[in-house]
């Protein structure tokens, strides 16, 4: 099972992101697949979840209006678009697959002007 998270990097207050999740080693589309976060301090933090088919999408009200996941099963990659974002979004990002135990390296966030 192998996660490789990119598309992090520095952004200003109110710009946007596009995160990918390229998964590999399991059946990917058959997986509910989610995205967490983790600052310095906190405790990791589920912020996306998606069904297999991507028809079903769950966010925590932080960020529900902000965060956008979807998924593309034929190129085995998840994606976590985010808008307008926030000083308290800065974070590493992880892809993880619901029902296994594998994390990805994750991709940092840093939203700072």
């Known amino acids: 099972v192998q996660l490789v ?10 710009g946007s992101l596009r995160l990918s999740c390229l998964a590999s080693g399991f ?3 058959n997986m509910t697949m989610t ?12 912020v996306a ?5 991507g028809a ?8 529900k209006d902000r965060f956008t996941v979807s998924r593309d099963n034929t190129k085995n990659t998840m994606y976590l678009q985010i808008d307008n974002l926030r000083s308290e979004d800065t974070a590493v990002y992880f892809c993880k697959a619901s029902a296994l135990g594998a994390w990805g390296q994750g991709t940092q966030v840093t939203v700072s002007s």
Do not use: N
């Not at 995205?35 to 589920?46: A, D, M, V």
């Open 49 to 53: 979840l998606i069904s297999p088919s």
């Open 27 to 29: 059946s990917f589309s």
């Open 5 to 14: 998270e990119s598309g992090g990097g520095l952004v200003e207050p109110g």
């Open 35 to 46: 995205w967490l976060r983790q600052s310095p301090g906190r405790e990791r933090q589920l």
């Open 56 to 63: 079903v999408t769950r966010y925590p009200d932080s960020v």
